[in-house]
């Protein structure tokens, strides 16, 4: 069965640190793999997406993620995180032939000190 | 950019009475999904809609749900009888035909519902 796993429930980092979110997954097969970001309030909102081709993705936001199939992981990064960035990271994986039926990490909530 | 626009964005019923959530996707999508999110757990998928049926649904979207498209604008999701484990946050996504079932879509959510059940 297809799963994901987001190993840190909370990190808080420095502004202007670099950041890196994990996400692991198990799948049979080559996923597709996104990242989503909810602020408090807000919807779920696209930050980037894997479908095929370069393994390193960018996405909104001056966010990134690498695509790594040995470690079946998906992870998020960041190079200069903004206060703005305070938010809730979700890593999902989406099936070949299920339409968009996506399965979700529990989610990484991520706080920024000044 | 256009939205995905859910109502209400906060609910409190009382245990067995009916909800109905309602939903406004992008006007040129074509695919209706919700999921929940149940607090401090993942969130889960419960059913995508396509072409005025259920494409697939999942375990948790059982009898006492059902979806449905009343007009050319909205998407709704009704609990017929609502339980104290349906206090979730409810959202509504929607994606464009590229892909189709067969390939990969984008979805693009909405803000939101939250569902008190008490």
């Known amino acids: 069965a297809q799963s994901v796993t987001q190993p840190d429930i909370h990190i808080t980092v420095s502004e202007g640190a670099s950041l890196e979110l994990r996400c692991n997954y198990s799948?049979?097969?080559?996923?597709?793999l996104f990242w989503y970001v909810q602020s408090p309030g807000q919807g779920l909102q696209l930050l980037l997406k894997?479908?095929?081709?370069?393994?390193l993705v960018q996405g909104i936001k001056g966010f990134e993620a690498e695509f790594k199939r040995s470690q079946s992981s998906f992870n998020l990064r960041k190079p200069s995180v903004h206060w703005s960035d305070a938010a809730e990271y979700f890593c999902?994986?989406?099936?070949?032939?299920?339409?968009?039926?996506?399965?979700f990490g529990q989610g990484t909530e991520l706080s920024v000190k000044p | 950019e256009p939205e995905v626009t859910q109502t209400p964005s906060h609910q409190v019923t009382q245990m067995g009475q009916e909800v109905i959530l309602r939903c406004v996707p992008i006007s040129n999508h074509l695919y209706f999904y919700w999921y929940r999110q149940i607090l401090g757990q993942k969130v889960e998928f419960l059913v995508s809609f396509y072409n005025n049926e259920i494409s697939e649904k999942s375990e948790i979207f059982d009898d006492q749900f059902s979806v449905e498209r009343p007009d050319g604008s909205n998407f709704t999701l009704k609990i017929r009888s609502t339980k104290l484990e349906d206090s979730a946050m409810y959202f509504c996504?929607?994606?464009?035909?590229?892909?189709?079932?067969?390939?990969?879509?984008?979805?693009?959510f909405g803000a939101g519902s939250r569902l008190t059940v008490l």
């Open positions: 999902a994986v989406g099936a070949r032939n299920q339409g968009g039926k996506l399965i």
């Open positions: 996504a929607s994606s464009e035909q590229t892909g189709g079932f067969s390939g990969a879509n984008v979805l693009t």
């Open positions: 894997y479908f095929s081709g370069d393994t």
């Open positions: 799948y049979g097969a080559t996923p597709y």
